[in-house]
């Protein structure tokens, strides 16, 4: 790609083309320009020097283009990027990156729609379906642009690990191979894993420490646990995310769609899909009681007071040698806002402090069996505890009409987090749209709308059981009394829910 003035080109177009259609400029003064800067008429853009590039940029930026050319409907701002690229997006070493399709007007369509077929998809947020669906642009050599609030995958300072179980099969055809083979680096305990260890995802009785259910081990090929930064930081291979770009609101004209962010900016492209949907460091010796119960994750309710309590191992130290590493620990800890003690975090109305946070914690270890108690007891201090209310949606299945934009992972349908099963609802969302979506992203597309109805309905039937599954388990979850082998919590985790609504 070559960006001028702020726009995005690819090497193929011509350059009076793009003074013409896109700057909104006129023949004479587009001869003139490239007259001045000793540009051959039929010249592409891709043959410009970077000094021509920067020149041109300069010539056009003081020219009032960008207002005429919006009162055409031709341009709208995109960004203010004013150099040369090689496309960040194409890993240079493993995949020779090739043009796009020139698009050109004897294709018999509309000039306009060619051009703005050059625009790139935007992809707001970059977690796991936003990363994942940029792996998928790259390798079908489709211009894109990924933009993330945060200014880092660390910058909440804290993550989560995830368990993939029946989407892995998608994720494997969706990675390109050289991630694929670098996947175990995303697992929570790699050397664990080596060792043929597994999880049972035991679920205990936190009052008195008895183990309630559990699901039998299935090994590496049918279920792996990972960490979602780990997870992230593979899928960003290659991927140049703008980074502290909080999204705003959309305008989805005719031609294209402008996403504009909180920083003042506008970004221009031709579809955009929305995938913008805590920790604890202990010693071996502390870890070792609750690994003696389950090496990567538990769960349980404590039958006393309906609290719920899940605890997921984020990182083990990379080497049994290695004595002076820790072992990261996620605990999560939920209760009804119906009943006590988190009625009264509800009814506040002001969120509590920090130090309330730990305070109330502690409080609640204190009524829980060992060895329960004194791990959560671990907690330090100053340690950042979120919040979280949770939530959960789902698509409408209904008017379906072609659009610009979609959504995708968490942004489509939200779940609680009980049954583990949003992460691979976004992985199988990606599937789904490479399958039905993006292959209709080629440069000669002879409509500028996409026909996203069949992903829309297939994503809307296929995640609205595990909304309302995921739903009961976590009311399930702070129900000790109406807990039994059948409840969705103690299920075997499977894409098809059976769920009745
Ligand atoms: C504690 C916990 C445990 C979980 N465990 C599991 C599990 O075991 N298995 C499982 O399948 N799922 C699990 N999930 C759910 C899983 O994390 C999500 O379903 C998954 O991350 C969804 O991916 P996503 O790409 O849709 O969203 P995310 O991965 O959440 O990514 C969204 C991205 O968009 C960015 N963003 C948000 N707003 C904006 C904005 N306005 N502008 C720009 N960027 C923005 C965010 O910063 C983020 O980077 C768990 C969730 C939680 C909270």
Redesign the pocket.
């Known amino acids: 790609m070559v960006f001028i003035n702020g726009f995005s080109f690819t090497e193929a177009t011509l350059v009076k083309r793009s003074l013409e259609s896109f700057f909104g400029i006129g023949p004479k003064v587009s001869q003139k320009i490239m007259a001045k800067f000793h540009i051959h008429p039929w010249a592409k853009v891709g043959a410009l020097k970077n000094a021509t590039v920067m020149d041109l940029t300069a010539e056009l930026s003081t020219m009032k283009i960008e207002n005429d050319a919006r009162r055409e409907g031709k341009a709208a701002r995109y960004g203010t990027a004013c150099t040369r690229t090689e496309d960040k997006n194409t890993d240079q070493h493993s995949e020779k990156a090739e043009q796009v399709k020139p698009s050109t007007s004897d294709s018999g369509i509309p000039e306009l729609i060619n051009m703005e077929n050059e625009l790139p998809v935007l992809i707001?947020?970059?977690?796991?379906?936003?990363l994942l669906l940029a792996q998928q642009l790259r390798q079908l050599k489709i211009p894109f642009q990924i933009?993330?609030?945060?200014s880092s995958f660390t910058a909440r300072g804290s993550g989560?690990?995830?368990?993939?179980h029946w989407?892995l099969p998608a994720l494997r055809e969706l990675l390109p191979k050289h991630l694929l083979s670098r996947l175990r680096e995303t697992y929570v305990d790699r050397d664990a894993v080596e060792r043929g260890e597994d999880s049972t995802f035991p679920f205990f009785d936190l009052t008195t420490g008895v183990r309630k259910g559990g699901v039998p081990q299935t090994g590496e090929n049918q279920r792996i646990r990972v960490s979602?930064e780990r997870l992230q930081n593979l899928l960003a291979t290659n991927v140049d995310i703008q980074w502290g770009?909080?999204?705003?609101k959309l305008s989805d004209y005719e031609t294209a769609i402008v996403a504009h962010f909180e920083d003042g900016t506008e970004y221009r492209g031709r579809i955009l899909f929305g995938?913008?949907?805590?920790r604890s460091r202990v010693t071996a010796e502390q870890a070792a009681p609750i690994r003696a119960l389950d090496p990567f994750f538990l769960q349980g309710t404590a039958s006393a007071n309906d609290v719920s309590l899940y605890t997921?191992l984020l990182q083990a130290p990379q080497s049994i040698q290695d004595v002076d590493q820790l072992y990261v620990y996620?605990v999560?800890i939920s209760g009804s806002t119906e009943k006590e003690p988190f009625r009264s975090v509800a009814e506040k109305s002001t969120r509590r402090t920090n130090d309330e946070r730990i305070a109330l914690i502690r409080k609640i270890a204190q009524n829980f069996a060992e060895p329960f108690r004194q791990f959560v007891s671990l907690i330090p201090d100053g340690d950042a505890v979120k919040q979280?209310d949770l939530d959960d949606w789902v698509l409408p299945n209904d008017h379906l009409a072609p659009k610009r934009y979609t959504l995708?992972?968490?942004?489509a349908h939200a779940?609680t987090?009980f049954l583990?099963?949003?992460?691979?609802?976004?992985i199988v969302d990606v599937l789904e749209l490479r399958q039905m979506v993006l292959s209709k992203l080629e440069p000669t597309a002879s409509t500028l709308l996409l026909d996203i109805g069949d992903y829309q309905r297939s994503v809307a039937i296929r995640s609205l059981p595990s909304v309302l599954a995921s739903r009961q388990a976590c009311l399930e979850a702070h129900d000790w009394a109406k807990l039994t082998s059948k409840s969705h919590l103690l299920s075997a985790r499977q894409m098809v829910v059976d769920f009745d609504d």
């Open positions: 707001i947020g970059a977690g796991i379906s936003g933009f993330e609030r945060d989560w690990g995830l368990t993939l989407s979602r770009k909080s999204f705003k995938c913008d949907g805590n997921s996620q999560c979280l995708v992972g968490d942004a779940m987090m583990g099963a949003g992460a691979n609802h976004a």
